[in-house]
């Protein structure tokens, strides 16, 4: 019986491990997750700023081109 002893302590030693590895690589999942959603958000800002002004600059253009008509009606 006294034999046995060790091995079961080794091994809910190794159980235990496992238990904080397995909930270590959750909450780094999860971190991860988190961070490449604010990068992929950022990226989304950025590119909806450079339509907003390209739609701006395609009004401002149009806009022009709409008073150089009416004038050479």
């Known amino acids: 019986m006294s034999n046995a002893a060790p091995h079961f302590f ?4 190794l159980f235990l491990v496992l238990i904080a590895l397995v909930f270590a690589m959750k909450n ?5 997750r988190s961070r490449l959603e604010a990068r992929r ?5 950025e590119t909806l700023d450079a ?3 390209e739609v701006r600059a395609l009004t401002t253009r149009m806009t022009a081109v709409e008073k150089l008509l009416r004038e050479v009606e």
């Open 28 to 32: 780094g999942a999860a971190a991860y």
């Open 41 to 45: 958000q950022t990226a989304t800002d």
């Open 51 to 53: 339509l907003r002004q």
């Open 10 to 13: 080794t091994l809910s030693i």
